[in-house]
């Protein structure tokens, strides 16, 4: 079963960077599609971004598009760039890999614990 631990979140002012980082147990971790997901208080958990195991195939939700910047490494470690934060980026920040290339959760079969980011104004 593979593990995840995200890192990286924390407080930031409107307009800054955060990058989150996601290492997995799983010493197959390139076998593996990974995905991030957000969760807001009061709301659904929602996508965020998609990478390959390849990484030749990247997604991203339209409201992160040409901010965010999603990648892994060869090892077992996959990323969040996240620039120009908004106050609704504020969400609990989970890292996801599944067998499945997708934006759905239903997609992906292990999950991490999430990190907290929080956006200020």
């Known amino acids: 079963q593979v593990q995840l631990v995200e890192s990286g979140g924390g407080l930031v002012q409107a307009g800054g960077s955060l990058r989150l980082s996601c290492a997995a147990s799983e010493r197959t971790f390139s076998v593996y599609h990974m995905g991030w997901f957000r969760q807001a208080p009061g709301k659904e958990r929602e996508f965020v971004a998609a990478i390959s195991r390849s990484a030749v195939n990247i997604n991203y939700a339209d409201s992160v598009k040409g901010r965010f910047t999603i990648s892994r490494d060869s090892a077992n470690t996959v990323y969040l760039q996240m620039n120009s934060l908004k106050p609704e980026d504020t969400a609990v920040y989970y890292c996801?890999?599944?067998?499945?290339?997708?934006?759905?959760?239903?997609?992906?079969?292990?999950w991490g614990q999430g990190t907290q980011d929080t956006v200020s104004s």
């Open positions: 996801a890999s599944g067998f499945i290339y997708s934006s759905s959760s239903r997609s992906y079969a292990y």
